[in-house]
């Protein structure tokens, strides 16, 4: 006689995966001690133009952004940092060493009106007569009248 056994065995696996993530933070570089402030804006038939210096105590570590803001009669940029049209907001103000020399930016006006170039700080808290736009300490030129 021959006699057929089924034997049935259930098998487990445990797997176990270990993901190491490695995260790092990079603390940016703290308040370098610059403070920027516009000298002059005006406009001549082309472009309207402003110079801009590192007044503060120490050198800038990063470059820097400013915008163009616009608005057909009336402040560009109020004093409570209220502002009107954005009209250009790609320009880098390249690292400055303190109190040097200052430098010239610029915007080619599409429409007559007034024009604020706003500049940003490199550091998170007011100092003097600054504003805050979008959350960030700023400079702000005076009103250029553009009559084309």
């Given at each position: 006689?021959?006699?057929?056994?089924?034997?049935t065995s259930t098998t487990n696996a445990l797997f176990i995966s270990q993901a190491k993530?490695?995260?790092?933070?990079?603390?940016?570089?703290?308040?370098?001690?610059?403070?920027?402030?516009?000298?002059?804006?005006?406009?001549?038939?082309?472009?309207i133009y402003a110079y801009i210096q590192n007044v503060g105590p120490g050198d800038m570590t990063l470059n820097s952004t400013y915008y163009v803001y616009y608005s057909p009669n009336g402040n560009p940029v109020g004093p409570h940092g209220e502002t009107g049209e954005l009209v250009f907001c790609e320009g880098v103000i390249p690292k400055m060493a303190a109190n040097g020399a200052p430098i010239k930016i610029t915007y080619t006006p599409l429409k007559k009106g007034f024009y604020?170039?706003?500049?940003?700080?490199?550091?998170?808290?007011?100092?003097g007569?600054?504003?805050l736009i979008e959350g960030s300490p700023?400079?702000?030129?005076?009103?250029?009248?553009?009559n084309k």
């Open positions: 006689m021959f006699i057929s056994l089924n034997l993530i490695k995260t790092s933070i990079e603390a940016g570089p703290g308040f370098d001690y610059s403070t920027l402030s516009f000298t002059n804006a005006s406009y001549d038939s082309n472009e604020m170039f706003v500049a940003f700080q490199n550091h998170e808290k007011l100092i007569n600054e504003l700023v400079t702000v030129s005076k009103k250029i009248n553009v």
